[in-house]
């Protein structure tokens, strides 16, 4: 891999950090956001097989899902990543037992409605 594909591979990784580094926890939604993946009636019109392959794959890396609300690229800009509460509440994995034990969790409100209105109307409503 080039330099400048190892560094942006790293930039993507802080970016999409749930560690908080002045708790020195990492972000956990406190509940479920209004469109999670998990929630009853395909809220995200996910394809036929797409939330069963996304957890298989996120289970045989030992890892979690980040909220797709509090991704930087997505709707709500000012969210901080965190991870996903729908997945937190229903799977164990390495990595949640690793950061539980060793850090513990942060719970943080999902982004709203509100915020993404205040965000794109501006500082001069």
């Known amino acids: 891999m080039a330099d400048s594909d190892e ?18 926890k990492s972000r956990l ?8 993946i998990f929630a009853p009636g395909n809220r995200m019109n996910l394809g036929p097989g797409r939330l069963r392959d996304l957890v298989t794959k996120v289970h045989e890396q030992g890892s ?17 990543p965190a991870i996903c509460r729908g997945f937190a509440d229903r799977y164990r994995t390495q990595a949640l ?20 209105h205040d965000k794109a109307e501006g500082p001069d409503r």
């Open 64 to 80: 979690y899902i980040i909220c797709h609300d509090t991704l930087p690229h997505y709707l709500y800009p000012q969210a901080k």
């Open 97 to 116: 037992d690793l950061i539980e034990r060793l850090w513990g969790f942060v719970e943080v409100d999902p982004p709203s409605l509100a915020e993404r």
């Open 29 to 36: 939604l406190s509940k479920q956001c209004d469109s999670c």
């Open 7 to 24: 560094r942006a591979v790293e930039t993507d990784r802080k970016s999409l950090s749930v560690g908080d580094p002045a708790l020195g």
